[in-house]
């Protein structure tokens, strides 16, 4: 098999086999065959929530972490690096190399990805938790009880990971949950200290019925100052970040436009 032969047949092949799993795991067409898609989703999932909960390690912002495309990553990653592998040196003595050269691969895809997508989620949460705790305060003003003025919010705000977590905080007495559970939970995904902060003035609210308000419309102007601190700390790092393509490509370009014809005067007075 040549490398020809991987593009030409290989990819095609993995792709059409892709695109049928996912083709028949949307029919209720009976069989067990047409139920190994969705078993596959499944592994998938329990082995990435076995990931993200830090059994293996630990992840920032991994819990929030609900796309499984980084599993598909690494495995597209994996098997393409054996087939190149076994593609160079069908032997048998290349199959323990080429498996271990696609497992690391596809290990090192796999942590990259969810490492990424949980700093996404976390700046997502981020930027999105002082509007929440500002509008949380005004629908506590206007006399809304907590649990409705939770629920409100978590729909106001854009759709993403902070959505989602006040949404379970928010279904934890339809399930049965109390309401400290489900905020402890919801701390352990989240692992952001003004979320915490956000987190505690919801508690003492719900367990001792004082008036949360004031206490969310101050953390939240906190939040915006420090978004500010940290906007401004960004600006000044984009002139650093700057520097080396305007050394590298846009200083010579100059230069070289600049003293072309003395080189080429030069060039010609040495050829006389």
């Not at 949404?167 to 402890?184: F, M, V």
Request: aromatic letters at 10%; proline letters at 4%; glycine letters at 8%.
């Amino acid at each position: 098999m040549k490398y020809l032969d991987i593009l030409t047949f290989g990819f095609p092949l993995v792709t059409g086999v892709f695109l049928l799993c996912r083709f028949f795991s949307g029919t209720s067409l009976p069989g067990s065959i047409f139920r190994i898609p969705r078993k596959i989703v499944e592994v998938h999932r329990k082995a990435h929530n076995k990931l993200v909960a830090g059994k293996a390690f630990s992840l920032s912002g991994g819990m929030l972490v609900t796309s499984l495309r980084g599993w598909v990553a690494a495995e597209v990653a994996g098997i393409s690096v054996m087939a190149l592998s076994l593609a160079v040196d069908p032997s048998l003595s290349r199959i323990p190399i080429s498996f271990f050269l696609g497992l690391c691969l596809g290990w090192f895809t796999l942590f990259s990805s969810v490492r990424g997508q949980g700093k996404r989620q976390m700046e997502s949460v981020r930027s999105s938790l002082p509007v929440a705790s500002f509008l949380f305060s005004l629908l506590l003003e206007a006399g809304m009880g907590s649990h409705s003025a939770l629920q409100e919010a978590a729909r106001a705000i854009p759709k993403g990971a902070l959505a989602r977590e006040l949404e379970e905080i928010s279904r934890a007495r339809i399930l049965g949950i109390s309401r400290e559970e489900a905020l402890e939970r919801s701390r352990r995904k989240v692992p952001l200290e003004d979320y915490h902060i956000f987190l505690n003035l919801v508690g003492q609210g719900e367990r001792l019925g004082i008036g949360l308000s004031r206490g969310l419309r101050e953390h939240s102007s906190k939040m915006l100052e420090g978004e500010n601190f940290r906007a401004e700390a960004t600006a000044q790092k984009a002139a650093v970040k700057l520097l080396f393509p305007l050394v590298a490509f846009i200083f010579p370009s100059v230069v070289l436009i600049i003293f072309s014809p003395i080189i080429l005067y030069v060039w010609e007075m040495w050829g006389q």
